[in-house]
């Protein structure tokens, strides 16, 4: 006969297993701090080719000044505001960064913790079943 308790107990944890779990077992294998970290180093990386590309379209506005001018162009002008902005996105993105990262590990954990509980009383039922 199908127990179903059993049955109830490791879809739970199948669910979990295919959708979150997937990626907290990848997590997981990080302490928080490295976790952040790389994450945060992700996020630089990807602000800077963003940033980059935003500065590359903003150059080709100037481009025929520069192509008629030379270097008459006033670059200290174009590009001091640029790199200001850059430091001011970046920062931002760094601190948003953390604290999503940080906030995504706490509730990995909550969620790794209650998914082990689960097995655990999986464990404790199928042990229960047999010695009956």
Not at 48 to 71: E, H, M, P, Q
């Amino acid at each position: 006969m199908i127990d179903a308790k059993k049955v109830r107990m490791m879809t739970k944890l199948a669910v979990y297993e295919d959708g979150p779990g997937k990626e907290d077992l990848k997590i997981h294998g990080y302490e928080e701090g490295n976790y952040v970290n790389i994450q945060m180093i992700k996020t630089i990386i990807a602000v800077t080719v963003g940033y980059g590309l935003i500065i590359f379209l903003y150059c080709l506005r100037y481009y025929s000044d520069v192509a008629s001018k030379g270097f008459d162009v006033p670059f200290g002008e174009i590009f001091l505001p640029c790199a200001v902005g850059y430091v001011i996105v970046l920062i931002l993105s760094i601190i948003y960064s953390r604290r999503l990262y940080r906030e995504r590990f706490r509730q990995m954990e909550i969620r790794l913790k209650e998914y082990e509980e689960n097995l655990e009383n999986l464990s404790e039922h199928m042990t229960e079943k047999k010695q009956n």
